[in-house]
Each structure stands twice: as structure tokens, then as C-alpha cells.
């Protein structure tokens, strides 16, 4: 599983680090290491545990190495401690050299052609809107908004139909909280016959040589700033999201050989 090789390349970074603090919102779980690195990733709610304690574990994860936690992206009981593991891993990408995200007219540097099929895992309604004005015709896949409804669910397909409607589509956005999921392998054999796949959001983590191979041809990650630690944590602790503290997020984009 792809998951697993995250979780090899990010070994080595992680050694002899360990974790300092830590935030669990409703929107994004974000911790920092004791070099002051920060990662992110995306809390999948649909699937928490009832009761009042379902971020219980997280009790004790300040102090931990940063490898062992990270390890939860593996062996984790729910999406919320695997999506502890990857914002671990995460941030160990602050120790490579990846380039930023350019400008351009397309997002995340698609080659975008007139009634292009485009696949959505989960929903960025930015970007939804940015593709529909460059003419494309896109599918939205979001289990979350599937199951609960709210902002958007109107536009969501019903998942059943992924089998049907991915194998036909020319350009793919997945999001990054496929792997917390363990949904990204299954999602990759159905887009084989996309031109460009796209892995997106605060939860991808960026290391390129994992993806060789697996029709994914860049990784739209994300860097956090340090200095801005205690204010990204605040709002993050108030159930912000994204649109939150977009302003604190340094974006990459890596390319992926295929």
C-alpha cells in the first residue's frame, strides 16, 4: 500500500525528532516538532468514534518521538489518530528542498483543455469554479458531504458511481486524506486513463519518489510558518479551517516522474 511508503520515506526524517505540541480541531490536527517544524492534516469526521473522548489518545502524544507518532498513520484505530501519523509526516518534509507552487492560470499547473472530464476527491469549491470558466466538465466525489450533507452536497456524486465515472476522466484531483483513509490505491487503478492526477491539500505529503509510477504526476502540498505558530494554532484550536490560515501556508508543488 501506498501508505506504507510514506511512511518509509518519511523514516529517516523523523529520527531522533520529537514532537513538542500539538492542536486536534474539527477541521485540521496540526503539530510541531522540537525544530520548530509544523504539519498538517485533515480530520476525517464521518468515521470518529461516539462518545466525548475520541481525541482521548492525543493526551499523551506531546513529548513522544516523532516517529512513533507518525507510525499511527499505519496503525492508528480511526481516521483521527492516522490523521495525527501524517501531520507528523508532513512535517518532515520541511527538511527537503521542494519547490513552490507557481503561478498560473490553471490550477495546480493543469493542462486544462476545453471539455475536459475532470474528477474531484473532495470538494474545492475555489477550484471547482476556476475549472468550470476553463470549460471543463467536473465530477465531485466527497464522502464527507455525502454522508452529512451541508455546503455543496447538492453538487456530490453518489460514491457507488466512482467505478463508472473515473475511468472516463481526463485530468483527476484527489485529495491528500485518501491515504488516511486508505482509499488512494483503489482510486489510482480507476484513473488510470487520466493524462494528469493531482494529489492536493494539507494532508499530501510531498515525496515524489513514492508516487513514480502510480499515474500521479505532482503533489500539491503544503509548508507552515513557523513564526506564525501561535496564531495558526489559536485558530485551529477554534475549529478554523483552511480558508482560515491559508495566509500561513507556504505552497508547494512537486512533480511526480511517471
Request: proline content about 5%; charged content about 20%.
Amino acid at each position: 500500500m501506498l501508505i506504507e511508503k510514506v511512511f518509509q520515506a518519511a523514516e529517516p526524517l523523523l529520527r531522533d525528532r520529537v514532537l513538542t505540541d500539538a492542536v486536534l480541531g474539527l477541521s485540521l490536527t496540526a503539530i510541531e516538532l522540537d525544530n520548530r517544524d509544523i504539519g498538517l492534516s485533515y480530520i476525517l469526521r464521518d468515521r470518529l468514534p461516539a462518545g466525548c473522548s475520541a481525541f482521548g489518545f492525543a493526551q499523551h502524544i506531546i513529548g513522544q518521538s516523532a516517529l512513533e507518532v507518525a507510525r499511527l498513520v499505519l496503525e492508528g484505530r480511526d481516521d483521527a489518530q492516522r490523521g495525527v501519523g501524517m501531520a507528523v509526516i508532513t512535517a518532515a518534509t520541511r527538511a527537503m528542498d521542494l519547490p513552490n507552487e507557481p503561478t498560473t492560470p490553471t490550477p495546480f499547473g493543469l493542462q486544462v483543455r476545453p471539455a475536459d472530464k475532470v474528477g474531484m476527491i473532495g470538494y474545492i469549491p475555489p477550484v471547482v469554479d476556476q475549472l468550470i470558466k476553463l470549460g471543463a466538465n467536473v465530477t465531485i466525489f466527497d464522502k464527507g458531504l455525502t454522508v452529512s450533507g451541508g455546503d455543496g452536497s447538492k453538487q456530490v456524486m453518489d460514491m457507488s458511481r466512482q467505478s463508472e465515472i473515473l475511468p472516463m476522466c481526463d485530468l483527476m484531483i484527489i485529495s491528500g486524506s485518501t491515504l488516511i483513509n486508505s482509499t488512494i490505491d483503489h482510486l489510482l487503478e480507476l484513473c488510470q486513463n487520466a493524462r494528469e492526477i493531482v494529489l492536493v491539500g494539507a494532508s499530501t505529503p510531498m515525496f515524489s519518489e513514492v508516487f513514480k509510477g502510480t499515474g500521479v504526476t505532482a503533489l500539491a502540498g503544503s509548508w507552515w510558518d513557523a513564526a506564525q505558530k501561535v496564531e495558526l494554532f489559536k485558530i485551529l484550536s477554534l475549529s478554523g479551517g483552511i480558508s482560515h490560515v491559508k495566509k500561513m501556508m507556504i505552497k508547494k508543488l512537486v512533480p511526480v516522474e511517471r
